[in-house]
């Protein structure tokens, strides 16, 4: 397979995970559910949330400045910034003038928002990358940032896949890992998740998005097999990727992809223990983080890889789009300087309780 490897791709990495969360077990008692539907139904554990002064905004310029101040680059060397989001702040101002604005960036510098559901961080990742491969940069670096706040209407029966957090990369050589240039798209337009113009919370056909989801999956996964058995050609990958809006649709979607490929239900089993569910360890910590989700579990399995490490992340976006990417651990993985992110957000952050929670939520 011609991966299209080049020396292109992450050099530096940050996280941002908001102060709060609730555990959705409070919430299965506030809402009168059992807590098991939240916890093994869905695979659903934490729900991070905004506290007083946080935004989608603070949550980008927070894991923008952790790899900023890793780069060790300076504004100067940057000539793009990229926010891929679906929690957008204005119909025509960019996210990416907000999250300028608290990192005091300005000058010779593209700035710009996309937007495509969940698939909006990976659409910033992948044009960032193909602007450095087009020699269109000359020779600046790209400061690329999923970041989103995910609330459903409140009682909505996606209120226990809630979540927040920002993943922020700058994009220049890949000292912390090598995406491939070659990657393997799927697109159908479908309404499974949409938020119409004016509307604060997500119209959701839950049924459909999954049906859309693991279309998706087969597809992608389809193109990377190019003809050759898809476990044999997984064997090669550390960790596979997916997004999460929760995990218990990660699962289906691996189980999907089992059937499609004949395996028998104990390989696709296998397969999910040992190479996806690794990858949605900080997730249980966020909930669905919507163009997060899938760059908070790559960031994980990079965080203490060895060199040459190879890895596969599959984005999924409603609508729907979906493009699943290869990377290759660099010599900066195995620190993983990033997971102090994480680990000092967690511990920093305060459980809240279902009143607190009611508060915040109006309902
Ligand atoms: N103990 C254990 N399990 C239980 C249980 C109990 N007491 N009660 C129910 N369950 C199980 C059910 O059996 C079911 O499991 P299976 O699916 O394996 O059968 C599971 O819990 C959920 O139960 P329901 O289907 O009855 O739940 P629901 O009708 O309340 O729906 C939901 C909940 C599945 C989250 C639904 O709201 C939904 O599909 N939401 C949206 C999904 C989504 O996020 N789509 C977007 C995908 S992509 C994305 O992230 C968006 C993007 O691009 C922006």
Redesign the pocket.
Known sequence: MNTGSTNLGIASLGLKLPSRYLDVRDLAALRGV?P??FT???GCHEIALCGEGESVVTLAAGAAKRALARWGGSPRDLGLLVVGT?TAQDMSRPLSAFVADELGLRGAIRSYETKH???GGTVALRQALEWKASGASRGKAALVIASDVALYAPK???E??QGAAAVAFVVDDASVAAVDLESFAWAEPAF??WRPVGESF?R?D??L??EC?EKATTECFRQLADGKPLDEVLAAFSAVCF?V??P??VK?AVMKLGEANGWSEGVTSALFESKVMPAMDWNRHTG?S?TA?LWTGVAKVLAGAEQGARFAAFS?????GSELLTLTAGPKAKEGAWKADVAQDLASRTRIDAETYLAYRGA
């Open positions: 059992d098991d539907k093994k139904g869905l679906e559901a969940c698939y909505d029966p996606g226990p896949t499974d998740f997500p959701v839950g049924p998005s999954l989801y997004h809006p929760f218990k649709m289906k669905n919507y989700a999924y976006g409603s609508g729907f």
